[in-house]
């Protein structure tokens, strides 16, 4: 049974990737920070066959003790701190946790090992952000990196610390660039995540309006499930490598509010949406949309879920939750 430790076991892209493992009969382990991280219970929930650890990412020993318990064939360091607007509030954490949070995985891998190195396979979570002010439209492997955010640039120092492994010791370590991926699962401080809340909440009577930012930036949109397959993938490869991996479309907000809102019968969201200079970022990604070219040829990876698809599983997942949390009958 092969093992695997998956750091950033409470997030989105854990749970997902969490079920795909054990669904492949993985012995899966997760790392779980703080003392009473209050998303244990989620994960004992949806995915109760994971054996959660504790451990932080700041913390080389606490990783070595994970590792030592875990016994990994394969690691994914997804943990993170991934909101974008909040790093620029915590930078130097952000650096700590995000940017040097991977060379401690990096190091643990490579001290664990021994003489060994081959023993392991790691996955890094590095983000379509690294391309930030964007040099190439559309972004494959070898578009410069241009990140706009103290988390952009947390990413790429993960990014080439991970080359850097690959290359100094052979470490089979590789970098997976995803570009966006949501789902019901999403953090509801995301954009996405916000509006598909928001409108079942209008849809339902409970609240009146959503309050957002910049209406005008450009994201290529996946579904997380789909996801946390090309990181499966990545590592099943003989040779490690650099992937991108995107649907290569790209949509604004206004029209992810658009199929949001027409999926409970607004035709017109101008009424419900105000802006806030709040939620304006210091400095924008304007457009995003990958060539994920090389993960569809050497991966045989392909998105399954469509742009138009996202919004309405979010909505709908949410109409569910706020008529279970109101006692709304959804007849
Ligand atoms: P989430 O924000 O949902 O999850 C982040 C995870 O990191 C949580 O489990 C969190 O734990 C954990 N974490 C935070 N700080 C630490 C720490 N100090 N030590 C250990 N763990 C910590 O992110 P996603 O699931 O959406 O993303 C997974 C990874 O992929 C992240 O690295 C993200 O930056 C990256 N990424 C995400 C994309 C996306 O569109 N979703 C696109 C590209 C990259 P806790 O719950 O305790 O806070
Ligand atoms: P992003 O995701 O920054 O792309 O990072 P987010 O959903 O936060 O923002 C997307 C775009 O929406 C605009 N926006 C708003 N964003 C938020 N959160 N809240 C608002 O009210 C709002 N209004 C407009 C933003 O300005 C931005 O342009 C995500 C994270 O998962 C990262 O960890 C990951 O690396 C990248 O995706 C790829």
């Not at 093992?3 to 997760?30: C, F, H, M, P, W």
Request: glycine content about 8%.
């Amino acid at each position: 049974m092969p093992r695997a430790l998956v750091t950033g076991i409470t997030g989105q892209d854990g749970l997902y990737l969490a079920e795909l493992l054990l669904s492949k009969n993985y012995e899966v382990y997760g790392l779980l920070r703080g003392q009473n991280n209050p998303k244990r219970s989620l994960v004992e929930e949806v995915v109760p066959d994971v054996k959660l650890l504790t451990g932080d990412l700041t913390d080389l020993s606490s990783l070595m003790h994970a590792f030592g318990q875990a016994q990994p064939d394969e690691i994914y360091n997804l943990g993170a701190i991934s909101f974008v607007a909040y790093s620029w509030e915590n930078a130097r954490l952000t650096s700590e946790v995000t940017g040097q949070g991977v060379l401690n995985v990096l190091e643990a891998t490579r001290i664990w090992c021994g003489d060994d190195i081959g023993k392991v396979r790691f996955y890094q979570a590095s983000s379509s952000e690294m391309f930030g002010k964007v040099q190439a439209v559309p972004q494959s492997e070898t578009t410069l990196l241009w990140p706009r955010s103290p988390y952009g640039v947390a990413k790429v120092f993960g990014h080439y610390m991970t080359i850097n492994y690959r290359e100094s010791y052979g470490m089979h370590a590789s970098s997976g660039i995803l570009f966006n991926h949501e789902s019901p699962r999403r953090g509801p401080e995301f954009v996405t995540r916000k509006i598909s809340q928001a409108v079942a909440r209008i849809a339902l009577g409970l609240q009146d309006k959503i309050t957002l930012g910049n209406l005008d930036a450009k994201r290529d949109w996946g579904f997380a499930g789909d996801y946390v397959e090309a990181m499966w993938l990545m590592l099943q490869q003989e040779e490690a490598d650099d992937y991108v991996v995107s649907t290569g479309e790209t949509h604004s907000i206004g029209e992810f509010l658009d199929i949001a809102f027409r999926y409970v019968n607004i035709d017109d969201w101008t009424k419900y949406v105000e802006q806030d200079p709040r939620f304006f970022r210091p400095a924008e990604v304007d457009l995003l949309v990958g060539d994920s070219t090389k993960a569809r040829e050497k991966l045989g990876w392909t998105p399954k879920v469509t742009f138009a698809e996202l919004p309405e599983m979010m909505v709908e997942a949410d109409l569910q939750e706020q008529r279970v949390l109101h006692r709304i009958d959804g007849n």
